[in-house]
């Protein structure tokens, strides 16, 4: 349980810049997810906070203290990786053993031949054997104690590495992409008892993921990172509702979101693809960039139309591709109601409300924007 | 059908190739072992002959222990050749660690000095190490068979390749786990680098078992020489060399070689399936 304080955290690798300055603060018992496409910077920063990676310059604080130039294991944090990292050669039992081992048996005690003889460290190893136990029965792994890594499946890997996490009881638990390596379905499984460990350990957990899915159903808290710096913190909905910039908006949500170009009329009003939007802005006029989600795109009528090309009935729901009127823009509009899909080929009409439109400056910042009449509903949070 | 009869003559030709070089190959050890066999008077007759008339292996073999003491020769050699492989890799895993894990100032600079120290030939250092060990004072002794040998760097690159390919993330691990750097080397990358040590030790085993070379230059002492200087021994100008015993001596000094490969074999193949099966 610990409150880690990030301040002004760089960190170079030759001339790159990775992280360019990062403040966070993961507070105690929160799930904070780091999310970003790969290459973002996020697993170093992981890193950082694990102790693994050298930061260049800025501060990790855990609990108040500062751990910089503090050895990893004395961090007591543990970190859950994405290709498990289990020792080949020790059975799952000696694996989630390691760390207390380490921690609780002196160096003659523990000799491989020599160390076995000491009464103490008999005594020790049976506290150890205890904890072990108690976990693997948490985890429902304890039929697989004596298998070596070799012989479990993903799945089982993924509990093991966990349970090995676990054992030492840590300050704040790290994990890199868990879940990267295992197929889909048990993915969402896993996902689901990740949430569930954290609500029962009430544990700090910083999770890193380039899965916007994964972050968005799983954490507390987001914390989206691209190209090395911290664009946007908030809760998942916070986040996909209330975009800060252009990246986070398409990095978060599935399908992406739909950006179309637009333009900041003289009078402020807002014109997308030759309409007018119900929508005025105070900035300066030019162009800008508007962002709608797929689920509010409205098929069926409206002044904007397009051509179907491609249709993905997913059951329960149906995503329909437009390409806009001959050019090659490419639209996403969900369909609840699959029972009425359109015809691939066929031209249909779209619309979408005033207050679906997250505008963007040239910049790819959110710029405010303001709904006329009716419906008059502002913007929150602008930047 | 003429494909396949292509393909068939093609086999022949390969499988009569292949087995000239096999005959190449063991035809000294097959003429030793016939040669160990034979009583002297057949030795130098001057007919060929493979198989024996009058089978002598044994008065050879007690010829040969009763002429040298070969047991005190085979404990030499096994006691030479365990320390420079124990030490080698006291030596090698660390370094290799280092080189393949570590990220340090000069780590390229030295790797490329450990592929130079390939390069060079053991007999061009042999005079300035056989002076060295003279001012040392411990030329004739075991320790001058084994010390020039404890660095080898044949042995850091063969290692140091095997850990490029042991996943970081277990090295992060383990130091997450509270596992010291040396701790790292021992716990973590040797048991998983078990095939390569075998493979390594096969090299290094060979090696220091066959050399004649420098357990030649350094010893004078009778009771320190290694087998291949045991086999030497039988050779006798004056007296004219007893062949049959000689070759019986080779025998003997052959034979641990072959079981310690036929052993170590197994665990290699074994090894090789592991790393392929993951």
Redesign the interface.
């Known amino acids: 349980m610990a409150r880690i304080e990030l301040t002004g955290i760089r960190k170079s690798f030759d001339a790159t810049e990775v992280l360019k300055g990062i403040d966070l603060t993961i507070e105690n018992g929160e799930f904070l997810s780091l999310v970003g496409p790969s290459g973002c910077g996020k697993s170093t920063l992981l890193r950082v906070i694990a102790g693994l990676e050298p930061q260049s310059a800025g501060q990790v604080t855990i609990d108040g203290s500062i751990v910089d130039g503090i050895r990893p294991s004395a961090r007591n944090l543990a970190m859950v990786f994405q290709s498990y990292a289990l020792y080949p050669h020790l059975s799952a039992f000696d694996n989630m053993a390691v760390p207390l081992r380490m921690r609780r048996l002196s160096t003659v005690e523990r000799l491989p031949l020599l160390g076995s003889l000491l009464p103490s460290r008999r005594r020790r190893e049976r506290s150890i054997r205890a904890d072990i136990e108690k976990v693997a029965v948490q985890l429902e792994i304890s039929h697989l104690l004596q298998r070596k890594p070799a012989q479990l499946s993903g799945g089982q890997r993924q509990r093991v590495a966990v349970g090995r996490a676990m054992v030492r009881q840590p300050e704040a638990f790290l994990f890199d992409e868990p879940l990267s390596n295992l197929d889909a379905k048990l993915r969402v499984h896993m996902r689901a008892e990740l949430a569930e460990l954290h609500r029962s350990l009430r544990s700090t957990f910083i999770y890193v993921t380039h899965d916007q899915a994964e972050a968005m159903t799983m954490s507390s808290r987001l914390a989206v990172m691209i190209s090395g710096e911290l664009v946007q913190v908030g809760r998942p909905a916070e986040i996909y509702d209330n975009p800060r910039d252009i990246r986070v908006a398409e990095f978060v949500g599935s399908p992406k979101i739909n950006v179309m170009p637009g333009r900041i009329r003289d009078d402020g009003r807002i014109e997308v693809l030759g309409n007018i939007l119900r929508l005025t802005s105070s900035q300066p006029p030019g162009n800008c960039r508007i962002g709608v989600r797929s689920e509010r795109i409205e098929l069926g009528s409206g002044p904007f139309s397009g051509d179907v090309i491609h249709v993905e009935n997913m059951g329960a729901e149906a995503f329909v591709h437009l390409s806009l009127n001959g050019t090659d823009m490419r639209l996403i509009a969900r369909v609840n109601d699959v029972r009425r899909l359109p015809d691939i080929g066929s031209h249909v009409p779209f619309n979408f409300a005033a207050d679906a439109v997250l505008a963007f400056n040239s910049a790819g910042q959110r710029i405010a924007v303001t709904a006329e009449q009716a419906e008059r509903i502002r913007e929150r949070a602008v930047v | 059908m003429t494909g396949s009869a292509k393909i068939s003559l093609w086999s022949v030709v390969r499988h009569i190739l292949l087995i000239a070089g096999a005959i190449v190959i063991l035809l000294p050890f097959v003429w030793m072992i016939s040669t160990a066999s034979k009583p002297p008077s057949e030795v130098f007759s001057s007919e060929l002959r493979l198989i024996p008339r009058d089978f002598a292996l044994w008065e050879n073999l007690r010829t040969a222990f009763a002429k040298a003491n070969l047991w005190r020769f085979l404990l030499n050699g096994v006691i030479v050749t365990i320390s420079i492989f124990v030490l080698q890799v006291l030596v090698a895993l660390p370094a290799a660690y280092a080189l393949a894990k570590l990220r340090f100032i000069g780590r390229n600079a030295l790797f490329a000095l450990v592929l130079f120290g390939i390069l060079i030939p053991p007999q061009a250092t042999a005079i300035p190490v056989f002076l060295l060990l003279h001012k040392l004072g411990i030329l004739d002794s075991y320790a001058a068979l084994v010390l020039p040998f404890t660095i080898s760097v044949f042995g850091i690159f063969l290692m140091r390749q095997f850990f490029r390919n042991v996943?970081d993330?277990?090295v992060?691990?383990?130091?997450?786990?509270?596992?010291s750097e040396f701790g790292i080397v021992w716990r973590?990358m040797l048991?998983?680098a078990i095939p390569a040590v075998t493979a390594f030790g096969i090299f290094s085993v060979v090696a220091h078992w066959n050399d004649y070379f420098w357990p030649l230059i350094v010893l004078n002492s009778e009771h320190l020489r290694t087998p291949p200087l045991a086999v030497a021994h039988f050779r006798n100008a004056e007296a004219g060399t007893d062949y049959g015993a000689l070759m019986a001596a080779a025998m003997v000094v052959v034979a641990p070689l072959l079981v310690a490969f036929l052993f170590a074999q197994r665990r290699f193949v074994e090894g090789i399936a592991l790393t392929g099966?993951?």
Do not use: E, M, N, S
């Open positions: 996943p993330d277990l992060d691990a383990a130091r997450i786990d509270g596992i973590v048991p998983a099966i993951k």
